[in-house]
Structure formats: structure tokens, C-alpha cells
């Protein structure tokens, strides 16, 4: 795909060939990142801090060199400090640095780290790498154009967590209501044993068992999951179930460790699971409302709620790692209200979270333009 003004034949060089500058940043001391101040400190994570010196002023782009993130793009403008944990990319005269950094997403440069214990990507190694690149006008276009839709997405990426923050603060507002109810989880709940099954033995594109990995809890599942669409992978075939309960609609699943006290006694709860075979896997705990005492989709958002994670927050134990055990949880109480009032509550966040879902899936459409793009306008 090419812009209808450009007819010029592109040419092949080197990465070296069309950039100024190609380097690791430079070391610096921790006690001189701080939370404020005027320059931001960058390494192959992202934004470390801020800092009062600065080692680059312009645009760059910064490549991360070192471990799970090599090959990680970002682009920075002004006064930054660069640290030797990401390589400082500025184009020459005649090659604009924006289009350089979309280019690198394309060349996927994490497949160019050094097989090791801990991967690394070495500037001596990448600047050898040919490329195929337009002129300068061409380059200018495909960037701004490119940099529209990442504006985009940004912008949606906003939403998601404005629409995010606004549920979490409504769900606060509502759960926490000393004239319903107390009830300790301990009185209406009983807990079974989980499955010990990791990744490996996961997939997504076939089996009868569906099983939620802790893994799953932390990152991505909204707190009300539907297993009619899908959403968790398959136990491998063979798997022996018969030591564990399969899922009810309305069961709770907690995780149960965490490397952030924050995230430690996260909860799910599952629905439509009548026609699905569902087990709860490692490091979660499966809880049952065996008393009947709420609907389906409450204990979901109560127990995600402020003022039930502050109980439990007191009880996970740990110090790099924060555990917790099904003891813990029952000891901790949530307010329950009438059943009418339930189904009305759960309505209201339901909505709330299908929005939220909506505006992901949107999001996931302009991230797909956006990898289609970079596939059909670069050589």
C-alpha cells in the first residue's frame, strides 16, 4: 500500500546508514530518580521516574535491550534521560525518526536478542540490519498517518480506564452499606480443592474441561466471566477431573497469590457454566453460595469491593509474595441486601462492565488496523 503522490522506487540500506545516533543510554544512580521533577527517566521498561539532568534532547526513538521487554518501542521528545537499559535512536538529516520507530515495530527487533538466560539486544549486532526505506516526504506521511491511529488508540485506552475507575468507585459507593446485612463469608459458603495445573498444560483451541488460571484473574477477565463466550482455554486431553468440583453459575474464584497486595484475593465469578465443564485451577480458590443467601453476579462485586479487600488485605500473608488461604476469606464479611435489591444492583454494574467490554473490543479493532497497516505499508 502506498500513498497515490509517491512513485519513487525504494531503496535498500542499512539501519546504520540512516541514523545519527544508535547507542545504549547511560547508568544512573537510583537515589536520583524521584517521583517528581523536570526530566523523565526512561529504561526498556518505559518511564522509570524523573531526574534534574538529562543525557538526549530532541526525538528519539528508545528500543528496550534487556530481558522479558527486548525489542520494546517508545517514542520520547525534549530533555530525557536514557538509561543503559534501552538503545537512544535518532534518524539523520534525511530520515525522519518517527517513521524510524514504526519501522522498528514492524522489524519485530526482539527477534534479534541473544539466546540466553537473559536476552539482550546489542546495538553492534542491530545496525547491520538491512532495511528497505522510502524518501524522506514518504517516510513524514506514513508516520503522521501512523501516529493518528496511535492517538487513537491512546484516547481509547483513556476511556477503558476512565469507564474502569468509574465502576470500581460506584461498586465502592454501593457494597459498602452497614444497614444490610453482615454476614461472615464462612456462614454461607463452602470451599473446594483446586487443580494445580499450569500453562503448559492449557490451550485454547480444543478440549472438554475449561480452566481459569489464576493468571487469568490478574490480568484481563472481567469480574462477571460468561463461559458461554468462551473466554478461558482447555485443560489437555487426558486430564483426570475427577478429584474436583466443576463449577456452578454464581461461584466465586479468588486469587489466592500475588506479587501486589493489591491484587492478592481478586475475584471472579462465573456464569452460564450449566453447558460447560468448568474447574478452577492453580492458585485460586473456589467458592460456593451454599445457603442461597445472593443472587448470581453479586458476590462477584461485593467481594471486590474496598471494604471487603481492606479485610483481607490484613490477613494475606507473605513478604515478595502475598498468599492467602480459604480460612482467610471466610473469616471476612460482606454486606448482603434483599434479593430484589441484588438483582437490581447487579443490573446496574452489569451494564457498567458490558460497556467496558465494548469499548475493549473497540480497542482491540483499532490495534488490529493498526498491526494490518504496518504489514501493508512498509516493504
Request: proline fraction near 2%; charge should be negative; include cysteine.
Given at each position: 500500500m502506498r500513498f497515490p503522490e509517491f512513485k519513487e522506487e525504494w531503496h535498500t540500506s542499512t539501519i546504520d546508514d540512516v541514523t545519527s545516533e544508535f547507542q545504549s543510554g547511560k547508568f544512573i544512580k537510583a537515589d536520583l530518580i524521584h517521583s517528581n521533577g523536570s526530566v523523565p527517566v526512561y529504561g526498556g521498561n518505559g518511564l522509570r521516574g524523573f531526574t534534574n539532568t538529562y543525557n538526549h534532547i530532541g526525538d528519539y526513538v528508545l528500543i528496550g535491550r534487556q530481558g522479558a521487554l527486548c525489542g520494546n518501542i517508545r517514542f520520547v521528545t525534549g530533555e530525557t534521560y536514557i538509561t543503559e537499559h534501552a538503545i537512544a535512536v535518532k534518524g539523520t538529516e534525511n530520515n525522519d525518526t518517527k517513521y524510524l520507530q514504526y519501522l522498528f515495530e514492524r522489524m519485530n527487533l526482539g527477534q534479534y536478542s541473544d539466546q540466553s538466560a537473559q536476552p539482550g539486544l546489542a546495538v553492534?549486532?542491530?545496525i547491520k540490519l538491512k532495511i528497505t526505506i522510502p524518501q524522506e516526504r514518504e517516510q513524514s506521511k506514513i508516520a503522521r498517518f501512523l501516529t493518528t491511529i496511535d492517538e487513537r488508540i491512546l484516547t481509547q485506552i483513556r476511556i477503558i480506564d476512565k469507564l474502569k475507575s468509574l465502576m470500581q468507585e460506584l461498586n465502592n459507593e454501593l457494597m459498602d452499606n452497614p444497614t444490610w446485612t453482615k454476614v461472615y463469608v464462612g456462614d454461607f459458603m463452602e470451599f473446594y480443592p483446586t487443580n494445580s495445573l499450569t500453562w503448559e498444560s492449557l490451550n485454547y483451541k480444543e478440549g472438554r474441561i475449561m480452566n481459569l488460571h489464576y493468571g487469568l484473574i490478574h490480568n484481563g477477565l472481567p469480574i462477571i466471566v460468561d463461559c458461554h463466550k468462551k473466554v478461558l482455554p482447555y485443560a489437555s486431553m487426558g486430564f483426570n477431573s475427577n478429584s474436583f468440583t466443576f463449577c456452578h453459575s454464581g461461584d466465586i474464584a479468588f486469587a489466592d497469590a500475588s506479587e501486589d497486595m493489591a491484587e492478592v484475593g481478586k475475584a471472579v465469578e462465573l456464569i452460564n457454566c450449566e453447558d460447560n465443564d468448568v474447574l478452577c485451577g492453580i492458585d485460586t480458590i473456589h467458592g460456593r453460595d451454599i445457603k442461597g443467601f445472593t443472587t448470581v453476579g453479586f458476590k462477584?462485586?461485593?467481594?471486590?469491593?474496598?471494604?471487603?479487600?481492606?479485610?483481607i488485605r490484613k490477613l494475606a500473608q507473605g513478604s515478595k509474595i502475598y498468599h492467602l488461604h480459604a480460612d482467610n476469606v471466610k473469616?471476612?464479611?460482606?454486606?448482603?441486601?434483599?434479593?430484589?435489591?441484588?438483582?437490581?444492583?447487579?443490573?446496574?454494574?452489569?451494564?457498567?462492565?458490558?460497556?467496558?467490554?465494548?469499548?475493549?473490543?473497540?480497542?482491540?479493532?483499532?490495534?488490529?488496523?493498526?498491526?494490518?497497516?504496518?504489514?501493508?505499508?512498509?516493504?
Open positions: 553492534s549486532k542491530l462477584g462485586f461485593a467481594f471486590n469491593a474496598k471494604y471487603f479487600h481492606d479485610q473469616a471476612c464479611y460482606i454486606y448482603i441486601p434483599t434479593i430484589d435489591e441484588q438483582q437490581k444492583i447487579v443490573g446496574l454494574l452489569r451494564c457498567m462492565q458490558e460497556k467496558i467490554e465494548t469499548a475493549e473490543h473497540e480497542l482491540h479493532l483499532y490495534e488490529a488496523q493498526k498491526q494490518f497497516l504496518l504489514k501493508g505499508l512498509f516493504v
